[in-house]
């Protein structure tokens, strides 16, 4: 028997900024490893953290941290 897959999509949405990571923390707490992430809009920022290793705590600190947040503010005059 071939072991269980499972692919993820994180949505769109400001506060998920501050939902996404908790929620890949607690699939972790469960000991469920997703074979695929996948995502729109801050979902695909958080999911490309996760997909390039980041832990949970560290892209939780990236996506609310000022600097982040700063650069996606047009300066453009």
Not at 11 to 38: C, K, M, N, W
């Amino acid at each position: 028997m071939s072991k269980p897959r499972l692919a993820i999509t994180l949505g769109a949405s400001f506060l998920g900024y501050a939902t996404q990571p908790g929620f890949l923390a607690r699939l972790h707490e469960l000991r469920i490893r997703p074979t695929s992430v996948d995502g729109s809009s801050s979902g695909a920022i958080a999911a490309g953290l996760y997909a390039a290793g980041l832990k949970q705590e560290k892209i939780r600190e990236v996506v609310t941290s000022w600097s982040f947040q700063q650069s996606f503010i047009s300066r453009t005059p």
